[in-house]
């Protein structure tokens, strides 16, 4: 049914401009519904459409960089900075540039005369990106295809792409393991999330696992019964190699992570059997060094602390850090001379495990520690406490990292499954964003290169991924000014409150040093003299305030006379002469003087015993020096005598070893000897044997 209209107008209106005015709602046509028109209505069913399926399957391709000689590997520096100075000596080389160097510029002019690139409201994106508020968003869930769930331990994203990432399961509860529990730990593909792209198959349940960031295709990984194992995704799901039971650690590799070095096979593991132990994977039979985490420096196991934690940054290749069980960071150096000396310091400040330690990104002498209920943020310089820490939780920390963009921004997880982003520029006391991921305890936590997603691993073994907001992943206006500032005046203030606390310590030691030599000084004294000493004191006080008792009586005494004759003088109009009282005031003021001079003389005695009691804290303290200075004479001292000794241990050596050598030497002379005595006896018997022969012949001839 069409709906028609007929506009009516007078031939004389037309032209007219339009007149406009506001008119009620009215209904133009009214169609009442027909449900016979029902029976004609064919509902769609989707079974009934014919498609077919279509399966998609993600396939790599190993591009290399090509261009090179097969001669020359181009990972290697030095062959290729070789390479590369014999091609520039070449004529045809030469002349190659000088060519393309007139069209090159030509392009240069051409680009800075106008800049195609350019953003004229650049700032204004970034006022909009300032004022947003920080939130965040869940973007993928990917969940243990296990039916006996177990923590996801760590998480490692694939260096380059960021599209995968590799999760390493286990259970690390002793007592509920199921038998039947898997031991296989996952790489993920974020494009398809409900099936692992590769399984890695263990011959124990991975606790650490780790992505090597020169080959994107290989990966380190700690097992629950200390072994270390890698893998290479191209060869397959079972490890390459794995390190064998007798040489591996006692107790679960918390920490396993790769080292900065030219062929990119180097790495090492920390655990809780108190060993932190270093590795080529080109050869996992045994370590290439070891390291006993005992604090007092005499390398006993017994007294070594348990590692739960390990840091390593590339940019300080010979420095690492140990976070333990007892809540104590361990700071090494790699390069030392003897393993004792690989423990270059310590920092104590949490009160149980250190289940994190990460160097900030953009300051390396900064780093973050998550223990206990709190995140602390550190300084090399500083190693009684930390600069900065964040409140106590009600719930216990269970791991941390910084962000990879913004440098005073960090993410920590607790056991009550929230998610927590603090940004110490803008806000100290609060997280900036709070956010509950989900019920369980989260275990792991892992950003992306790009600071933008979150992977955060649960005790149930589910990574859930989340999107933060741009204002959260973006480098702010004069930000690193202001955070290194911050940092700076934090260590500066730590530092005087560390020289403060030390003043008082030691005046302390010098109180009670006092104290212990007063006695010794009174034992010395002569009763009697004492007696008498305190006799004198005693009668001396008593005649001081006779004195002052008297002196009190006449000076009232003199008010009341003066105060009479006054009256009668009044009354009779009679002036009294002012020298009355004279001598009085006199011998008053000459009281008071001296009363004033022995106040004198009494500060002037305080201030030569406060200048007595200077002079010795600054003798205890000089000796203190002397004594320190002294403490590190013997321990060079005995650093020279151990090294001589250690010489004198390697010439011995030597010599045994010349020795056995000359040993040996005259072993083979001998046994030469024996051999020419044996050929000559040989030579004997065959020349007897001849000579028998001959005689034999001769008979028969006769």
């Known amino acids: 049914m069409e709906i028609t209209y007929t506009y009516t107008r007078k031939r004389s209106e037309f032209g007219r401009h339009c007149n406009f005015t506001d008119w009620p709602a009215r209904v133009t046509v009214d169609i009442p519904p027909d449900p016979g028109m029902a029976d004609n209505f064919i509902p769609q069913d989707p079974v009934d459409v014919n498609t077919e399926w279509l399966q998609t399957e993600s396939r790599g391709v190993n591009h290399t960089e090509g261009g090179w000689p097969r001669d020359i590997n181009p990972q290697e520096p030095e062959q290729t900075a070789r390479f590369r100075k014999k091609l520039e000596k070449e004529e045809n080389y030469i002349n190659t540039i000088t060519h393309l160097g007139s069209l090159m510029e030509h392009c240069v002019r051409q680009n800075n005369t106008v800049n195609i690139y350019e953003e004229y409201f650049g700032e204004e994106e970034t006022a909009e990106v300032e004022d947003e508020p920080p939130s965040a968003k869940i973007i993928s869930v990917i969940r243990d295809p296990n039916v006996p769930k177990r923590t996801a331990t760590r998480i490692s994203w694939q260096p380059g792409t960021s599209g995968k990432l590799a999760v390493a399961y286990c259970s690390l509860e002793f007592q509920p393991n199921v038998e039947d529990m898997s031991l296989d730990s996952y790489i993920w593909d974020l494009v398809k999330p409900n099936k692992p792209e590769l399984t890695l198959k263990p011959s124990s349940p991975l606790v650490s696992l780790e992505y090597n960031p020169k080959d994107s295709y290989v990966l380190l990984g700690g097992c629950y019964n200390g072994q270390m194992a890698y893998w290479d995704t191209r060869k397959g799901k079972l490890p390459v190699e794995v390190s064998t039971v007798e040489v591996s650690h006692r107790d679960p590799v918390y920490g396993a992570l790769w080292l900065q070095s030219k062929t990119g096979t180097d790495c090492f593991s920390a655990s809780t059997d108190g060993q932190v132990l270093w590795w080529d994977i080109r050869k996992l039979s045994e370590p290439t060094e070891t390291l006993i985490l005992d604090i007092t420096r005499k390398g006993l196991l017994e007294n070594a602390l348990g590692a739960i934690s390990l840091e390593f940054e590339p940019t300080l290749p010979t420095k690492f850090m140990v976070g333990t069980e007892q809540g104590i960071i361990i700071a090494g150096n ?369």
């Open 334 to 702: 790699r390069k030392a001379k003897s393993p004792l000396e690989k423990i270059a310091g310590t920092y104590s400040g949490h009160l149980g495990p250190i289940y994190a330690l990460t160097r900030n990104p953009l300051y390396p002498k900064i780093f973050l520690t998550v223990g206990d209920w709190t995140a602390r943020i550190w300084s090399e310089e500083a190693k009684e406490s930390s600069i900065m820490w964040t409140k106590y939780h009600l719930s216990h920390l269970t791991d941390g990292c910084w962000s990879t963009v913004r440098p005073a921004v960090f993410f920590t997880t607790r056991s009550d499954g929230t998610l927590d982003v603090w940004d110490f520029l803008f806000k100290q006391k609060d997280p900036s964003l709070s956010l509950k991921v989900c019920n369980e305890p989260l275990s792991s936590l892992r950003l992306q290169d790009t600071g933008r997603v979150v992977a955060c691993g649960s005790k149930v073994g589910t990574v859930t991924l989340l999107e933060i907001s741009s204002g959260l992943c973006t480098l702010q206006r004069n930000e690193k000014n202001m955070v290194n500032a911050m940092f700076e005046r934090e260590t500066k203030r730590e530092k005087i409150l560390e020289a403060r606390h030390r003043e008082m310590r030691l005046k302390e030691r010098g109180k009670l040093e006092g104290q212990e030599a007063v006695p010794e000084k009174t034992a010395v004294e002569d009763p009697q003299e004492v007696l008498e000493r305190v006799r004198k004191e005693f009668f001396e006080q008593i005649e001081a305030e006779m004195r002052r008792k008297t002196r009190a009586e006449t000076q009232d005494l003199h008010g009341k006379d003066k105060e009479l004759l006054g009256e009668e003088v009044g009354a009779h109009g009679i002036q009294l002469p002012e020298e009355e009282g004279v001598e009085e005031k006199e011998e008053e003021k000459k009281e008071e003087e001296k009363e004033e001079e022995k106040k004198e003389e009494e500060k002037e005695e305080e201030k030569e015993e406060e200048k007595k009691e200077e002079e010795k804290e600054e003798e205890k303290k000089e000796e203190e020096k002397e004594e320190e200075k002294k403490e590190e004479e013997k321990k060079e001292e005995e650093k020279e005598e151990e090294k001589k000794e250690e010489e004198k241990k390697e010439e011995e050596k030597e010599e045994e070893k010349k020795e056995e050598e000359k040993k040996e030497e005259e072993k083979k002379e001998e046994e030469k000897k024996e051999e020419e005595k044996k050929e000559e006896k040989e030579e004997e018997k065959k020349e007897e044997e001849e000579k028998e022969k001959l005689k034999e012949d001769t008979d028969a001839a006769k």
